[in-house]
């Protein structure tokens, strides 16, 4: 199996921060990966597929970057709305693993 | 509106069985791979199954591989889980989602809001 190590595990930033998210493959996987936002009591939201393409209704100011085993999820401009945890899931082949995943949290 | 509600979760006790519905409407569920994941409480999200449009392909977690079974009703619009065996590490929140294509294996846009299987004596 794939394994998807996310770092930092939780991040404090402000309102108004940029925030970047790493998510590294055990092996390469392409571009076959996904990042989903989950709110707290929620289900998961997609954000990103295909490791950069933005899901419609996303806002701009979340952008996804990489290829092979190394990955980045950016925040440009922190929202309130936006602190979550944040998961990534590689696409590549079965079983399709998830990362531990981040909490952004208030600073 | 793309809708999916979960159905089915319960108490139930170590080695009994349980069975999941999720019931789709919104869009034509006969075109799209569907998936389960499940949350244990306070952890993170692990991919469960998956099944092709079709139903002709299944995919299963290796935990779960022998003790689940997904299926689909495509005249119904509802997705299964049947869970037999079940042990206390299967606790969690199971959702139902819906994928992009039909790789069983793509990105999953919609997620239904839940079903909670909690298993003990």
């Known amino acids: 199996d794939i394994q998807m190590t996310q770092s930092p595990s939780s991040v404090s930033a402000s309102v108004g921060d940029r925030v970047t998210i790493t998510c590294r493959a055990s092996q390469g996987i392409s571009n076959w990966l996904v990042w989903y936002q989950q709110k707290p009591g929620k289900a998961p939201k997609l954000l990103i597929y295909a490791a950069s393409s933005l899901q419609s209704g996303v806002p701009s100011r979340f952008s996804g970057s990489g290829s092979g085993t190394d990955f980045t999820l950016t925040i440009s401009s922190l929202q309130p709305e936006d602190f979550a945890t944040y998961y990534c899931q590689q696409t590549n082949s079965f079983p399709p693993t998830f990362g531990g995943g981040t909490k952004v949290e208030i600073k | 509106e793309v809708q999916l509600l979960e159905s089915g979760g319960g108490l139930v006790q170590p080695g009994g069985s349980l069975r999941l519905s999720c019931a789709a409407s919104g869009f034509t569920f006969s075109s799209y791979a569907m998936s389960w994941v499940r949350q244990a409480p306070g952890k993170g999200l692990e991919w469960v199954s998956s099944?092709?449009?079709?139903?002709?392909?299944?995919y299963y977690a290796d935990s779960m591989k022998g003790r689940f079974t997904i299926s689909r009703d495509n005249s119904k619009n509802t997705l299964y889980l049947q869970m037999n065996s079940l042990r206390a590490e299967d606790t969690a929140l199971y959702y139902c989602?819906?994928?992009?294509?039909?790789?069983?294996?793509?990105?999953?846009?919609?997620w239904g809001q839940g079903a909670l299987v909690t298993v003990s004596s």
């Open positions: 989602a819906k994928e992009t294509g039909g790789a069983a294996i793509g990105p999953l846009d919609y």
């Open positions: 099944i092709s449009p079709s139903g002709g392909n299944t």
